[in-house]
Structures are given as structure tokens and as C-alpha cells.
């Protein structure tokens, strides 16, 4: 009983930084919502001015090297993490996600490209399964399924009129952001990685890749705009070293499976902002399953309270 007694303390204050922890990660997922769902306008429109790849190039190597110099002057060593793990989400994350993506825009529109590439947290489902071992609860699955059926009429591929080659790409960006997300995620689990090293390291090594791409593709010149310049220093700071730091810091404190939905509120708001600045209008099934998108976000609410609230029981 005396041990129970003395042990109970340290498990309350560690249960209070667990909850803290995750809402300081909805917060982060917020911010971050706002800003990814935003950017798909301006990378939408700076591409008058530069090529897809270069323009990627410059931020994701540009928000590499702002991050490496963060590192000494947060007290934290210049050393890499274990490369393995920097090395695959190098690949997958800053090189795969990030071309795709951008490449996907040059023929596509705002709201379809940026829908297709958030089917991403639909393939974490399926790879944490089969790697991490994360067991869907079955208000996780109701949650993905009425998620899927929003999803389905903001796209409405009955209606479907892009470029089918836009839509690979769109969808191919998804899924190499879903391995990466799944790497992150056991890296977390089975390393001590410190989360702005890991970011600052693996875009070190994707912008490599990712200049290559550049150089090889390369055929119109840039144009040095003030828009341009813009866009290239709030994607650097604000999109890619913010961004991306955010983004591992989520994936570290939720399940990868609530931390991929969550990220559904990205298209959501594309969609939005498209409406607004680019006049592209959604259709009345469009708004549909942005509210159906919508619900499925409000339910994971419920199993993370329930899971802290079973924890807690079982501690007791």
C-alpha cells in the first residue's frame, strides 16, 4: 500500500504530460492545417514565375539549411540521428512527397491536386497495420469510412475532368508521404530522435536529390518577382522548416493513424481557399462530403479521450 501510495504522485504528473502533450499537438495540427491548406494557393500561382522542381529545390533546400543552423543555436548537437530512418524519409518525405506533388499542380487544379495527395492518411490505415501494428478501433474505422465517402464527392470522379497524369502524380505524392510517415513513426518508437534534428537532416538530404531533379529537368529560366520571392521565403520558413517540424512533432504524440486523418482538414480547407482567392467553386456534393470530412474529424475526439481515460483506470 505504501508503494502505491508514493508511486501515485508520478503517475498522475505523467498522466497531466501525456494530456498536455496532445493538446499541444491538436494545437500544432491546427497551425499547421492553416498554413499547408494555404500554401497550395501560392505554389499554385508562383509557377508562372519558376519550374515545379526548381521552385521545391530552392525551399526544401533553403529550409534545410535555416534548420541545421537552428540546431547549434538551440543547444542541440550537429550531429545526424541514425541514418536510416533520415535516409528513407528523405526520400519519401521531402523528395518523393514534395516533387509529386508540386508536378501534380502544373496540370491540376487546387482543390482535386490537393485532395488526391491527403488520400495519404487512408494508406497509413493500411501500412500501420501491417508495420506498427496499430489495431483501428472501431470508431477509427466508422471514422475512415464516412472520411472515405467525403472524400469521394469532393472528388467526384464521375466528373472527373484533369489530367489523368496529374492524378497519378497527385496520388503517388499521398502514398510516399504515407511510408514516410510510417518510417517517422517507428523511429519515434524504437530511437531516441530529436525531432528538429530529424527534420533538419532528412530535407538536407532530399533537397540534394530534389536539385538534382532540378538541374535535370530544368528548361525555363526563373523569375526573380517580387511575388516570387515572396512565396519562396514564407514556403522556406514558414511551410517547410516550421512546417515539417510541426508536422513530426504531431506524429510523435498521436498514433499514426488519428495523426493521418487529422490531416484530412487539409483539403478541406484547400478546397476553401480556392473558393475564396481562385474562384473555384465546390459543387453541392462537394460540400457534402467537406462535411462529411468534418464529422469524421470530430469523432476521433472520442478514443483519444477514452484511451487516456483507460490508461489512467488501469495505472489506478
Known amino acids: 500500500m505504501a508503494e502505491f501510495s508514493a508511486s501515485r504522485p508520478g503517475q498522475l504528473r505523467n498522466l497531466k504530460q501525456n494530456n498536455t502533450t496532445i493538446l499541444v499537438a491538436v ?37 534545410a539549411l535555416l534548420l541545421l543552423v537552428l540546431l547549434p543555436l538551440s543547444g542541440r548537437p550537429l550531429k545526424p540521428p541514425p541514418w536510416r530512418p533520415v535516409l528513407w524519409i528523405a526520400l519519401f518525405q521531402t523528395a518523393g512527397m514534395s516533387s509529386l506533388s508540386q508536378l501534380a499542380l502544373i496540370a491540376g487544379d487546387v482543390g482535386k491536386t490537393s485532395v488526391l495527395v491527403y488520400m495519404m492518411p487512408f494508406w497509413v490505415i493500411l501500412l500501420a497495420v501491417l508495420f506498427l501494428n496499430e489495431k483501428p478501433r472501431l470508431l477509427h474505422c466508422v ?10 464527392l469532393v472528388m467526384q470522379p464521375w466528373q472527373w475532368h484533369g489530367s489523368l ?14 511510408v514516410a510517415t510510417v518510417i517517422a513513426k517507428r523511429a519515434f518508437r524504437h530511437q531516441a530522435v530529436d525531432v528538429l534534428s530529424l527534420v533538419a537532416w ?36 514558414v511551410v517547410t522548416a516550421l512546417g515539417w517540424t510541426l508536422w ?25 481557399w480556392a473558393w475564396w482567392l481562385l474562384n473555384e467553386k465546390p459543387s453541392n456534393a462537394e460540400g457534402w462530403g467537406i462535411g462529411l470530412i468534418l464529422l469524421a474529424l470530430a469523432l476521433l475526439g472520442v478514443p483519444v479521450s477514452k484511451v487516456r481515460k483507460q490508461k489512467a483506470g488501469t495505472r489506478d
Open 27 to 63: 494545437l500544432a495540427l491546427i497551425v499547421l492545417s492553416l498554413i499547408w491548406s494555404y500554401n497550395w494557393i501560392i505554389t499554385k500561382s508562383v509557377l508562372q514565375f519558376v519550374g515545379a522542381l526548381d521552385f521545391t529545390a530552392l525551399r526544401c533546400g533553403l529550409g
Open 143 to 152: 471514422a475512415a469510412m464516412i472520411a472515405a465517402f467525403g472524400l469521394l
Open 165 to 178: 497524369l496529374s492524378s497519378l502524380l497527385a496520388t503517388a505524392s499521398g502514398l510516399s508521404w504515407a
Open 202 to 237: 532528412q530535407m538536407a538530404i532530399g533537397s540534394i536529390v530534389l536539385s538534382v531533379l532540378a538541374i535535370a529537368t530544368h528548361k525555363t529560366p526563373i523569375v526573380w518577382s517580387s511575388y516570387m520571392l515572396l512565396a519562396l521565403s514564407f514556403n522556406v520558413v
Open 248 to 272: 513530426l512533432f504531431v506524429l510523435r504524440a498521436l498514433p499514426a493513424a488519428i495523426a493521418g486523418i487529422s490531416t484530412l482538414v487539409i483539403p478541406v480547407l484547400s478546397v476553401l
